[in-house]
């Protein structure tokens, strides 16, 4: 982080580090703000209901696996933690349309089950086509696959079309049934 | 709504909302 906003770095982007850097500082004050004390109000009412021990020792306790986790687990947190990004689908870049209307549908469904069968479809498949790259060793395999994906990238916006298309006539074909 | 036309309709929502859901996963690949 550090070494991506330098003044050497600022001026080659045409901007003035200081501009740059008093906006960064304000931000991730008011972002530290934001977070803080919207996580305390919603902690209140355990708080209030819990003794400062007890709390304490949950602090205690969070430090230590985080410092255990730190230390040895990274490729298990890091790959949960991107999943669960990904998972959710509209946290990082959106590709599509289709990941607002699939959430739509989620909470159209109007059942946590429902909503939960649609969500458990989403996560997977955006999560499984790694298993593309499983056997990816060398330098040469990596190209290989970026090609393949690069020739596929049309065909599946296209096909992309095609489905929402079907799936919106299909809901048509519902409404008018029910 | 009587209960057997809101479970239809959730039924039907979800095969909507799964169909989408592979669509919008798969897609999703391409994402920069």
Known sequence: MLGSITPLGERGRGSRWWVTVTAYVLGSTLAGVAVGSGLGSLGSS?????????????????????????AGYRGWVWGFGYGVQLGAGVVTVVTTSTVYVTWLAAALSGSAVAGALIGTTFGFARAIPVLSVAGVRRPDQLLHVDGVLIRWAAPARRATYGVGAVVACLALLGAARW | MSPGMGSATVDALVVVGVALAVAAGLRSTWSP
């Open chain 1, 46 to 70: 355990f708080a209030s209901r819990t003794p400062v021990t007890a709390r304490l020792v949950v602090v205690a306790l969070a430090v230590i696996a985080g410092l255990l986790v730190d």
